[in-house]
């Protein structure tokens, strides 16, 4: 039986974390025309430098390729170097032996979309035992029915405001 795929995304979000921790955002360099010289995703300042967790070197004359850090060896790996064919004898590629690459592939937005889906029926289920003030007999707290109602007001859609 396959993980579910919540389960695997904790693992590759655990282990990408691993490699590059951190909050993750788009930086670098342009000029005024928008001629951009740098781009890559980094990490905040980790008290000497920014971390770049994926950037792009150049390939060939026009072209570029994903480069992940390789932090054992102090310094960014090409994807090239890192690739994985779905059989040997042929050039197809069907992945990226980084975990940063393997995290970036499995959130993808149908599993994040099915795993917002899914916290927002938990989320319905946990509101409705709320308004009733349900609480299981296992867990006799009050602090369950206030943790549940902090919960849901946290993750609830926000509501439009009034025109």
């Keep these: 039986m396959a993980d579910h795929p919540l389960d695997t995304l ?3 979000a655990a282990e990408a974390a691993e490699h590059a921790p951190g909050r993750w955002f788009w930086s670098g360099v342009s000029t005024g025309s928008g001629t951009i010289h740098l781009a890559h995703i980094g990490t905040p300042d980790q008290g000497v430098m920014q971390w770049t967790v994926m950037g792009f070197q150049r390939k060939g004359l026009h072209g570029a390729q994903p480069a992940f850090n390789d932090w054992d060896r102090h310094r960014t790996r090409p994807a090239a170097e890192m690739l994985i064919h ?11 032996d980084h975990p ?5 592939a499995a959130a993808d937005p149908t599993t994040v979309r099915d795993l917002i889906d899914d916290l927002n029926e938990a989320l319905g289920l946990l509101d409705r035992f709320v308004q009733v003030g349900y609480v299981p007999a296992l867990i006799p707290h009050d602090s369950l029915v206030e943790a549940g109602a902090a919960l849901v007001a946290k993750h609830r859609p926000k509501e439009p405001a009034d025109a």
């Design 10 to 12: 904790r693992h590759l």
């Design 86 to 96: 779905e059989v040997p004898y042929r050039n197809d590629i069907v992945g990226i």
């Design 100 to 104: 940063v690459a393997r995290w970036l």
